[in-house]
């Protein structure tokens, strides 16, 4: 099927109805991945502690840290602080670790550096002991300063990749060209540090899984229909591939759209991007106009899969549903809620893979182009 008019005019309706959200809400807040706002954020916050440390010092009284807790760890189910001081042996290990850290973050934000978590650890093995003191100083330094983690210029390697019409420098002043990638590249180590971000894409489509990214990217869906950029974060996505799914949408303001299984996991996955985490969140990973283009449950009668390519729904898969329709967002979205009771309803659930059972090609050649002509999404 080749792409027409109607493939793109269903786009074009899309995403003018998230820049009508954008001018009238403001849903997309350009400090939150505005590097310059972010560092500014992170010194001040830096310089704020130390103030504080030096005039609880100066006054002789014993110093306190403010750490905010997040939603999740507060039983009352509000924010609540954690208070970290010197008063006590677990506690005082726990300042000092905060400072150090701390420490670190301003002389890496002052001097425009990036490093990354691996790499601290090991220089700093001897403090941090674990990798999990190392995630959890850094947690508690991002409440502390109210700044995003990436705030904190402590960088991961991700796993997801990205494919199709993109450019941008490194904060190493390196150049890359996405477009001349056969099988896509790995999301960059520092999507904060990204400058000169460039794209002729006109929509963006997350991927699930990596097989399925491969095959539309051997395909060269991304150019037949296109241009566009693709990314997948290989199941579910950390926060590199979140930052850049959010970034680029917050930069391009073209449409989103993503494809994953039709079970409760692919469901999860979809809301993430769209909605946030259950757990903590950051501002500038969440993109609130994402559509889910499938493969939906509803999806599912009109395929005539054979019998075996539907699996039947597992306990631990209902109990999934029903937290997702419990999610205090995708509560109030009807037509999220209505996948999920219709995928309650029916006890089954498919792979993208099952598609093939209809032909080898039809996910490519029907199934993507179909749904995008025919509008054929969840908001």
């Given at each position: 099927?080749a792409?027409?008019?109607?493939?793109?005019?269903?786009?074009?309706?899309?995403?003018?109805?998230?820049?009508?959200?954008?001018?009238?809400?403001?849903?997309?807040?350009?400090?939150?991945?505005?590097?310059?706002?972010?560092?500014?954020?992170?010194?001040?916050?830096?310089?704020?502690?130390?103030?504080?440390?030096?005039?609880?010092?100066t006054?002789?009284?014993?110093?306190?840290?403010?750490?905010?807790?997040?939603?999740?760890?507060?039983?009352?189910?509000?924010?609540?602080?954690?208070?970290?001081?010197?008063?006590?042996?677990?506690?005082?290990?726990?300042?000092?670790?905060?400072?150090?850290?701390?420490?670190?973050?301003?002389?890496?934000?002052?001097?425009?550096?990036?490093?990354?978590?691996?790499?601290?650890?090991?220089?700093?093995?001897?403090?941090?002991?674990?990798?999990?003191?190392?995630?959890?100083?850094?947690e508690?330094?991002?409440?502390?300063?109210?700044?995003?983690?990436?705030?904190?210029?402590?960088?991961?390697?991700?796993?997801?990749?990205?494919?199709?019409?993109?450019?941008?420098?490194?904060?190493?002043?390196?150049?890359?060209?996405?477009?001349?990638?056969?099988?896509?590249m790995?999301?960059?180590?520092?999507?904060?540090?990204?400058?000169?971000?460039?794209s002729?894409a006109?929509?963006?489509?997350?991927?699930?899984?990596?097989a399925?990214?491969?095959?539309?990217?051997e395909?060269?869906?991304?150019?037949?229909?296109?241009p566009?950029?693709?990314?997948?974060?290989?199941?579910?996505p950390?926060?590199?591939t979140?930052?850049?799914?959010?970034?680029?949408?917050?930069?391009?303001?073209v449409?989103?759209?993503?494809?994953?299984?039709?079970?409760?996991?692919?469901?999860?996955?979809?809301?993430?991007?769209?909605?946030?985490?259950?757990?903590?969140?950051?501002?500038?990973?969440?993109?609130?106009?994402?559509a889910?283009?499938?493969?939906?449950?509803?999806?599912?009668?009109?395929?005539?899969?054979?019998?075996?390519?539907?699996?039947?729904?597992?306990?631990?898969?209902?109990?999934?549903?029903?937290?997702?329709?419990?999610?205090?967002?995708?509560?109030?979205?009807?037509?999220?809620?209505?996948?999920?009771?219709?995928?309650?309803?029916s006890?089954?659930?498919?792979?993208?893979?099952?598609?093939?059972?209809?032909?080898?090609?039809?996910?490519?050649?029907?199934?993507?182009?179909?749904?995008?002509?025919?509008?054929?999404?969840?908001?």
């Amino acid at each position: 099927m080749a792409v027409n008019q109607e493939f793109w005019r269903e786009l074009e309706k899309l995403n003018q109805l998230f820049l009508r959200d954008y001018e009238l809400y403001g849903h997309v807040d350009t400090s939150i991945i505005n590097a310059e706002d972010i560092d500014r954020a992170t010194k001040e916050g830096c310089e704020r502690v130390v103030e504080s440390v030096v005039a609880s010092l100066t006054s002789g009284e014993c110093p306190v840290l403010r750490v905010p807790r997040s939603h999740r760890s507060d039983g009352a189910g509000g924010v609540g602080e954690s208070l970290v001081t010197v008063g006590a042996p677990r506690s005082s290990r726990r300042f000092s670790v905060l400072l150090f850290s701390l420490a670190q973050a301003f002389r890496h934000v002052a001097s425009g550096t990036f490093s990354t978590r691996r790499d601290v650890f090991y220089e700093n093995v001897w403090l941090y002991g674990t990798q999990s003191t190392l995630d959890r100083a850094a947690e508690d330094l991002s409440r502390l300063l109210g700044v995003p983690r990436r705030g904190l210029h402590l960088t991961a390697t991700g796993k997801g990749l990205v494919a199709g019409s993109l450019a941008y420098t490194t904060h190493d002043g390196t150049t890359i060209d996405v477009s001349q990638a056969q099988q896509g590249m790995l999301v960059p180590e520092c999507v904060q540090g990204l400058s000169g971000v460039a794209s002729e894409a006109r929509y963006i489509l997350v991927v699930e899984k990596d097989a399925t990214f491969q095959k539309l990217v051997e395909a060269q869906f991304h150019r037949s229909f296109g241009p566009a950029v693709f990314i997948t974060g290989k199941g579910y996505p950390d926060l590199l591939t979140r930052q850049l799914v959010f970034r680029l949408w917050a930069e391009l303001r073209v449409p989103v759209l993503a494809l994953t299984d039709a079970d409760p996991y692919g469901l999860h996955i979809a809301a993430i991007y769209k909605f946030g985490s259950l757990a903590r969140e950051e501002p500038g990973l969440a993109v609130p106009s994402l559509a889910w283009l499938g493969v939906l449950p509803s999806d599912l009668p009109a395929l005539q899969l054979p019998a075996h390519a539907l699996l039947p729904l597992t306990p631990t898969d209902h109990g999934k549903l029903a937290t997702l329709a419990a999610h205090p967002l995708v509560s109030k979205c009807p037509a999220w809620l209505q996948q999920i009771h219709d995928q309650q309803k029916s006890g089954y659930k498919a792979e993208i893979q099952s598609l093939t059972h209809i032909a080898q090609d039809y996910l490519t050649s029907f199934y993507i182009p179909t749904k995008i002509r025919q509008g054929g999404w969840i908001t």
